[in-house]
């Protein structure tokens, strides 16, 4: 069973709509990880990420690609690295994370509705 959480408590979560810009290796981390710059729009702006998705993705492969994020987490030190932001994505079932994304083209830094 979840917690139940009130609406207003969903509100407070800011998941916003942006684009990969950037994705390289990061050696440093402790579990294989990218370091993502994903575009978040004129209100937001562009913000740096570390993402635990190596499995399933190439750095190639993520330019360009639209994320779900959460954008008002406090920034978060992993390593030498500052994450300003946590991108969203589920387990396979198998320890893998399956990105999500909208399905079709919406505007830079939309929020989840």
Do not use: C, W
């Not at 913000?47 to 635990?52: G, N």
């Not at 959460?70 to 990105?99: A, H, K, T």
């Amino acid at each position: 069973m979840t917690d139940e959480i009130t609406f207003d408590d969903f509100l407070a979560v800011d998941i916003r709509v942006g684009r990969v810009l950037e994705a390289n290796e990061f050696p440093q981390a402790r579990k294989p990880a990218y370091k993502l710059k994903v575009d978040f729009g004129g209100e937001i702006g562009i913000k740096k990420t570390s993402a635990q998705i190596t499995d399933l993705y190439q750095t190639d492969d993520l330019i360009g690609r639209l994320v779900i994020g959460v954008v008002n987490f406090p920034p978060r030190q992993i390593g030498p690295f500052m994450s300003e932001v946590l991108i969203l994505g589920f387990d396979d079932g198998e320890g893998r994370i399956s990105l999500i994304s909208p399905g079709h083209e919406v505007p830079l830094g939309g929020r989840l509705q």
